[in-house]
């Protein structure tokens, strides 16, 4: 992993999400742990009632599994800060590679859990084109339980660090709070009133790659949804903007790219190649409603990438956005040709949508 610039956010609300965090996470998890027994049989009763294909208890389980990977997440990295603290030899270089560990781990034994309590069916092609770095990262957004796939399958796999660009409210979170600043990662304040500041700092992440790094970036800024859609088409049509309206309008299934972002990575690493992370099988799996209601259960989840090199994409910058909305165009048409595949056969299965 390459020597990275410090990316971390001010000092300010980090201390305080972590004193009212990490204590909330541990009392819910022992919660969880102590009762779950009886909560087990009140949802196995529930789920026989409504026949839902054990969907709370699936739910009571992977939330469950949840606490404990936070708890245990939070342990080890205790356990690093007190190895580099009374370690002197231990490096920075190594002891961001702990830390970088430590994510791959905890997002990998996340995403294995609920693949076998959910009992996904996963299929993927082309991984080799995020094999190597260095590479910016542009993954479609659709859920909240999507965030976990390129570490799981890329991290994981590659031993590639991703260096993510998040917003700030996942900071309460305690391990991203803990690992994710340790970390070249950058938590972005939505809707700030300094967003040229917020847009400098990613692409700051863009800078000193090396083989091994990459930048993820969320190009819609928030996960799909046909409300969203809805709301956005209601203000380019307020705006009198008709070519931003028919160009959103025509993805259907994804958000226009937020330009301002992804922009200023392309704008400051110009010999960077671009991977496009495209799947689909989260469509309908919003909230923790739905989790609950058995959104997850039996998903075909399918991934795809597609690589495209530096020398091909243009470096002026009206021609780079034309580019980009262009390749984002691609990948709505992806996703919309594997969705109705796959809800064409969760029909044929009888099985219900969410």
Same mark, same amino acid.
């Given at each position: ?117 959910? *009992? ?7 991984? =080799? %084109?995020? &094999?190597?770095?260095?590479? @910016?990262?542009? +993954? ?93 088409? *209601? ?7 008709? =070519? %931003?309206? &028919?160009?959103?309008?025509? @993805?259907?299934? +994804? ?100």
């Amino acid at each position: 992993m390459n020597e990275p610039l410090n990316f971390a956010n001010d000092a300010q609300g980090i201390w305080k999400r972590r004193l009212i965090s990490i204590p909330a996470y541990t009392l819910l998890g022992l919660l969880f742990l102590a009762t779950l027994p009886f909560m087990l049989l009140l949802a196995g009763a529930r789920d026989l009632l409504q026949q839902t294909r054990w969907a709370a208890v699936r739910a009571l389980l992977f939330l469950t599994w949840y606490f404990l990977c936070e708890g245990v997440g939070v342990a080890v990295s205790f356990l690093l800060w007190l190895a580099k603290t009374l370690w002197p030899g231990v490096s920075r270089s190594r002891y961001l590679d702990w830390n970088f560990q430590l994510q791959s781990m905890w997002t990998s034994a996340l995403w294995g859990f609920t693949c076998w309590v959910y *009992q996904f069916r996963v299929t993927h092609e082309n991984l =080799e %084109a995020a &094999e190597q770095g260095p590479y @910016l990262l542009f +993954v479609r957004h659709a859920s909240m339980a999507d965030t976990v796939l390129a570490s799981a399958f890329l991290s994981r796999r590659f031993k590639v660090c991703l260096r993510y660009v998040m917003k700030q409210e996942l900071l309460w979170d305690p391990c991203l709070n803990i690992v994710g600043l340790r970390l070249p990662n950058v938590f972005v304040r939505r809707g700030s009133s300094q967003r040229d500041q917020e847009i400098q700092r990613v692409a700051q992440l863009a800078t000193n790659l090396g083989p091994q790094d990459g930048v993820l970036i969320y190009p819609e800024g928030t996960r799909f949804t046909a409300r969203k859609q809805t709301k956005l088409l *209601q203000r380019f049509q307020e705006k009198g903007d008709n =070519e %931003a309206y &028919e160009y959103a309008k025509d @993805l259907e299934v +994804v958000l226009p790219p937020r330009l301002g972002g992804a922009m200023a990575l392309l704008q400051q690493a110009p010999d960077v190649d671009v991977v496009f992370f495209a799947h689909t099988g989260f469509e309908h799996v919003r909230t923790i409603w739905d989790v609950w209601n058995g959104g997850l259960i039996q998903r075909d989840i399918k991934i795809e990438l597609w690589r495209i090199p530096a020398s091909e994409i243009p470096t002026e910058e009206k021609a780079q956005e034309d580019w980009l909305l262009e390749q984002w165009k691609s990948v709505a048409a992806w996703v919309k040709e594997h969705q109705d595949k796959t809800e064409s056969k969760s029909k044929q299965e009888g099985k219900p949508k969410s």
